[in-house]
Nanobody, 120 residues
Framework: QVQLVESGGGLVQAGGSLRLSCATS????????MGWFRQAPGKEREFVAA????????YYTDSVRGRFTISRNNVKNTVYLQMNSLKPEDTAVYYC?????????????WGQGTQVTVSS
């Protein structure tokens, strides 16, 4: 069992930055590919970014590529999402997730989410 706890969300003006963190329990963090997803009000949850077990490979949805950066620290058992040049349309609840398989899923474990609100 893997427990995931997100932090770092908040309210920011358009053009600003936030860094989300996802701390995980257990000593098997490096065995999981990790991903970030988001869900805006009235919309389905969507993929944002993913990273392989070693961190060598990263993946992004087109709308965030070049603005967001996913990274991980396998010593601290934490995955990060650095979000720059934020836009109002980035407003959503952001979830981290762990995959025992490929970085593009399926995902086995999910965090509780952290709210990101970008004001115009």
């Amino acid at each position: 069992q893997v427990q995931l706890v997100e932090s770092g969300g908040g309210l920011v003006q358009a053009g600003g930055s936030l860094r989300l963190s996802c701390a995980t329990s257990g000593r098997t963090f490096s065995m999981y590919a990790m991903g970030w997803f988001r869900q805006a009000p009235g919309k389905e949850r969507e993929f944002v970014a993913a990273i392989s077990r070693s961190g060598a490979r990263t993946y992004y949805t087109d709308s965030v590529r070049g603005r967001f950066t996913i990274s991980r620290n396998n010593v601290k058992n934490t995955v990060y999402l650095q979000m720059n040049s934020l836009k109002p349309e980035d407003t959503a609840v952001y979830y981290c997730a762990a995959s025992g398989g490929a970085p593009m899923g399926p995902y086995d474990y999910w965090g509780q989410g952290t709210q990101v609100t970008v004001s115009s």
